[in-house]
């Protein structure tokens, strides 16, 4: 027997539960089909149990996309406010913790149990273990699961994006879009850790669990932050950030001491120029570890105020050749996705194919870390279930 409702939305994470949510409180009949056995389960991982739900500094420019401005109108009309609005009406206690990043004070569940009781009163169906095998368009759309079928006027894709795929991520989305023509800009890791290539690697994987501030820049971008030393490469906030920006072909490059002048006080007559004396400035500047290994590979070819100067430069300059990324596995989104040239900017509608929606982040735009990513996700669900 078929299954008919007025929309139905395929994945029950944070962009389809919001979607689902403002649909059902116009009065549509809407299904949430989930093929784990669990609503959320990215969120219930996120922000390390937390969940860093949204951020109170959100500006389009917190986004990647192939069209800057495609993010802004569902951004401005469902603000990172209005879901703190509705955590506070569930009473659910939060703080800030740093560069506007807010967090649950007890567990990310409280979010998840949020939009399940948002979604009951919104007389939302959930049907979990219901993995999607076939969607399908002739009068209305037609949608097959393992063990049921589907119709509804209005599908939306809510899938997400191929990062953490033991926790259930699945290319349908992609796939869905590529059945019914549409374009995708390349899937690729994003906030993700990053492999050194060698000598690098050889020279510091030593260090893993060194961390020190860094600007991090690559293609354009910068982030000031913590980089993380790791058995393989690198990591930390500073490092997440950039990784979204980076390509195989790109330099990335490291100041692993900004605004800061190492090699100044060896300028003075006063002060000895030696190893002794550098690395007593280096180690002012990174942890002990660090600062002797880096001065072990970057020993200063003399001891002229030249020879000086090009030490201090490789100091914040240092230009690294990643071999790759920690791959899906350990990305925290996926960069690319559905063409935003094929979505109206205000409901996510495709143009091409009426009554389809896709939203989240199978869509091409991703947010940087400290919650970003997660108010695309509210924003993009309500533009679309104000839409259906
Ligand atoms: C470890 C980790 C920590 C993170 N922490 C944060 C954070 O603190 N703040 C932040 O802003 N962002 C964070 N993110 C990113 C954020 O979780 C995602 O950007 C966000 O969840 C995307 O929402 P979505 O609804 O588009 O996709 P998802 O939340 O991934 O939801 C997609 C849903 O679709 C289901 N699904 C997939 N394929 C099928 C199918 N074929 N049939 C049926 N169902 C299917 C999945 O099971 C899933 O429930 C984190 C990500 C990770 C991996």
Redesign the pocket.
């Known amino acids: 027997m078929i299954q008919k409702f007025d929309a139905l939305i395929?994945?029950?994470?944070?962009?389809?539960?919001m979607c689902a949510i403002e649909a059902g409180k116009r009065g549509h009949r809407v299904a949430v089909?989930?093929?784990?056995d669990k609503?959320?389960?990215?969120?219930l991982?996120?922000?390390?149990g937390?969940?860093?739900?949204?951020?109170i500094h959100c500006r389009p420019e917190n986004f990647l996309s192939a069209n800057p401005h495609f993010a802004k109108s569902a951004l401005a009309r469902y603000t990172p406010a209005d879901f703190i609005a509705l955590v506070e009406k569930h009473l659910i206690r939060y703080h800030e913790k740093t560069l506007g990043q807010l967090?649950c004070d007890g567990s990310a569940r409280e979010i998840v149990a949020m939009l399940e009781e948002e979604c009951r009163a919104a007389n939302v169906t959930i049907i979990l273990n219901?993995?999607?095998q076939e969607a399908s368009r002739g009068d209305e759309f037609r949608v097959r699961?393992e063990n049921a079928e589907f119709s509804a006027p209005a599908v939306v894709v809510?899938?997400?994006?191929l990062?953490?795929p033991k926790?259930?991520?699945?290319s349908?989305?992609y796939d869905l879009a590529r059945q019914f023509g549409l374009k995708i800009r390349e899937p690729r890791p994003g906030?993700v850790p990053l492999v050194l290539a060698q000598p690098d690697r050889s020279r510091y994987s030593e260090l893993a669990g060194v961390s020190a501030e860094v600007i991090a820049s690559c293609d354009g971008q910068q982030f000031r932050e913590k980089m993380l030393i790791t058995h393989r490469g690198l990591s930390g906030p500073a490092i997440l950030q950039i990784s979204s920006y980076w390509e195989k072909s790109l330099p990335l490059k490291v100041d692993l001491a900004p605004g800061r002048a190492v090699t100044d006080a060896l300028l003075d007559p006063k002060v000895p120029r030696n190893l002794t004396a550098l690395r007593t400035e280096l180690r002012k500047v990174l942890p002990i570890r660090f600062a002797d290994r880096w001065l072990e590979h970057h020993k200063p070819a003399a001891w002229t105020n030249a020879a000086l100067a090009d030490f201090e430069q490789q100091v914040h300059d240092w230009i690294i050749h990643p071999s790759g990324t920690e791959g899906f596995e350990k990305?925290?989104?996926t960069t690319g996705g559905i063409d935003t040239d094929e979505l109206s900017a205000k409901t996510m509608e495709c143009r091409k194919v009426p009554g389809l929606y896709f939203?989240?982040?199978?869509v091409d735009v991703t947010?940087h870390?400290?919650?970003?990513?997660?108010?695309?996700?509210w924003a993009s669900?309500a533009a679309a279930g104000r839409a259906l």
């Open positions: 395929l994945g029950g994470g944070a962009a389809g539960l089909l989930e093929h784990s609503l959320g389960k990215k969120i991982i996120s922000g390390g937390r969940c860093n739900f949204t951020n967090f219901s993995r999607i699961s809510a899938t997400g994006g990062s953490i926790i259930g991520a699945t349908f989305g906030l990305a925290e989104v939203i989240g982040e199978v947010g870390l400290g919650g970003f990513n997660f108010q695309w996700a669900g």
